[in-house]
């Protein structure tokens, strides 16, 4: 069954549902175009890889044997095998163990495979401030001096929103950056109560857009995944504010 919520579910914002999500929209996403685009155009997904900083108290570290001049056995025919070299000095390396994988989408050219447009949808990752955020930031700068269409979804209260005069007040929000318009973007404000919106996706001329329906989007999602059984404990994070969490206990399933 769909989403019971009518805009945006809340509880799909938690840390331990969102990644799960994030992978899972991105794909359902790049199925709901692929048969408006082609065969002009190609969607791929494509992902950014975060590395992430661990505290040097929170590091384990590779075993270190101690190297040094072995004494060469002798075998029975009284050769002598190889010395082991030793090195000038030891050191530490950290285990890399906390890497993040993000979606997102490319739509290319089937012939020049030629970059047409992007499609983010962000996640905590991208919207926490540090090196994440500013690599993040950096990229879509990259972008929005190009001639390639973008297009980026904010599903997630939490955290301060990408770079963006005049943004209005709102919970989410979805943004398509049309190459030839630049600086103005078109931008969908969104509160919690509402729907989410159909939106359009560039492509070159003289193709029309392709076109989502991000609620419909959402609800084939939640259905496919399951969402119902186990997304509902506790509280969504970030908290809702008193007024929508009065609101929203009228959607979320009692007993799941």
């Not at 997904?45 to 590091?59: S, T």
Request: with cysteine; aromatic share 8%.
């Amino acid at each position: 069954m769909p989403s019971p919520f009518p805009g945006m579910n809340p509880y799909l914002e938690n840390d331990a549902v969102w990644q799960d999500f994030h992978q899972s929209f991105c794909s359902a996403m790049r199925d709901w175009l692929v048969p408006q685009i082609r065969p002009e155009y190609v969607a791929k997904m494509n992902e950014h890889l975060y590395i992430h900083d661990i505290p040097a108290d929170e590091r384990s570290y590779l075993g270190r044997a101690d190297v040094g001049v072995s004494r060469p056995p002798i075998d029975n025919g009284g050769s002598a095998s190889l010395a082991i070299l030793e090195a000038p000095c030891e050191v530490e390396v950290p285990e890399i163990h906390d890497i993040e994988r993000s979606a997102f989408i490319e739509i290319l050219t089937k012939y020049e495979n030629s970059l047409v447009t992007v499609i983010e949808l962000l996640s905590p990752t991208n919207k926490q401030y540090g090196k994440d955020r500013e690599l993040f930031i950096a990229k879509r700068s990259q972008i929005l001096a190009s001639n390639v269409h973008y297009v980026e979804i904010d599903l997630l209260r939490g955290g301060p929103r990408m770079p963006a005069e005049n943004m209005p007040d709102c919970d989410y929000n979805a943004l398509v950056s049309r190459s030839e318009r630049r600086p103005k973007v078109g931008l969908w404000p969104l509160k919690l109560q509402d729907r989410l919106p159909k939106i359009p996706i560039p492509l070159r001329a003289p193709h029309a857009d392709a076109r989502i329906d991000l609620q419909e989007l959402l609800n084939r999602v939640y259905d496919a995944a399951g969402y119902e059984d186990h997304i509902y404990r506790g509280m969504p994070q970030p908290r809702l504010h008193p007024q929508d969490a009065e609101w929203a206990q009228q959607f979320a399933p009692r007993g799941a």
